[in-house]
């Protein structure tokens, strides 16, 4: 079993949650994500939003989407926007505009939701997008694969939106993409017909349940049985069963889910400051409103082998967590690591090597971008959502 993805509830900082949480071979928590209770987030709805204002300077608007919500938009999405209402055709948009959108980021602090025109509808093997009209297929497919998944889409009409097989579609039949491409395309089409019949601040689509969006980031391997999905809940057992997603349900009442998995522990730990590493070394996580500050420390560690080679194993034992730490804690934005200091270029070219290694199995976009002159390594990794902190703490604003 490479994966084990458990959904659960959970009681934490007495507030009850439904937890996504993701473990490998060796049962150690790589990835989690939470939902309080009856608050469900807007991410990936689909809503008719006016404009309140459009900023000429930022190259941007401001737009409602109704219950008080303001959104930002960027004008450089404006790419085959669906307008329900208009004002004026002079320009781009105009305050009063009514205009079919979809929210890409959730408010974080002192930021809006970001919204954009650019539509996406996603499946288990393939996304229609209205923003590129063009055949696109996962680079992590083989060559082979992408050759056959040309060919068999070469006569598809993409004049009206885009199509992108994804790495999922590996496992899928001819017949499976075909009959879920028709399907999203269906849903594109009547959305699209129906829209200006629709009232503003209406949403128009909502959003698949957000563990149903976390496991189609993860390529779930159903060919070879080699990942499994488990839940003590019905009725996420259900819904998971009708989008196709293989599911065990756990019924031990003796020895609940959440025992078993002690995912509660788990994000308590995820929480913490410092991060305790095998060798004795530690890790000091550091967020601030700018960035992520990590610093790495020897600690404890008291090996006897040369100071270089220590110093080596350390760092990269250190990358290893790191990447570990970045999808646990969903740590986005820029980060910079303070490694322990390395004179010796080969040592620093390895750990660049080792850590960029690690980081390829994030299903979130992540860039280890340089070292500074001080030696600091930077690295940005895409804002999809609330970190887990925030998730936790409902940080919003």
Known sequence: MNRRFVITESQIHQKNFTVFAEYDADNRLMAVSCEEKGKQSILGNIYIARVRDVVENLNAAFLDIGAGITCYYSLEDFKNPIFTHRTSTKKK?????????????????????????????????????????????????????????????????????????RTAAKDASPEELLAEYKALREELIQLRSTCIHKTCYQCLRQSEPFYVQELRKRSIDRAEDTDEIITDMAEI?????????????????????????????????????????????????????????????????????????????????????????????????????????????????RLMQEFRSFLKSDPVSVQLVDITRLGLVEVTRKKEKRSLYEQIYDIRS
């Open 237 to 349: 057992g259900k819904r998971l069963q009708q989008y196709g997603f293989p599911v065990r349900f756990y019924q031990d009442a003796s020895y609940p889910l959440d025992r078993l998995y002690p995912v509660a522990s788990g994000i308590a730990d995820a929480l913490k400051e410092r991060v305790w590493l095998k060798s004795g070394a530690n890790l000091i996580i550091s967020p601030t409103e700018a960035m992520t500050v990590i610093d790495v420390n020897s600690g404890k560690n008291t090996a006897s082998k040369t100071k270089r080679e220590n110093i080596l194993r350390i760092n990269i034992e250190a990358a290893k967590e790191i990447a570990r730490q970045f999808r646990l804690r969903n740590i986005s934005g820029i980060c910079i690591i303070d490694f322990i200091n390395m004179k010796a270029k080969e040592d620093t070219s």
């Open 93 to 165: 948009l105009c305050q009063g505009d009514e205009i079919v959108v979809q929210v890409i980021k959730d408010a974080v602090k002192t930021k809006f939701p970001v919204v954009t025109t650019n539509l996406s509808f996603t499946g288990n093997y393939v996304v229609l997008t209205t923003a590129n009209h063009k055949l696109g297929v996962s680079g992590k497919l083989s060559d082979e694969v992408r050759k056959t998944y040309k060919e068999q889409f070469a006569s598809c009409d993409l004049s009206e939106y885009g199509l992108i097989i």
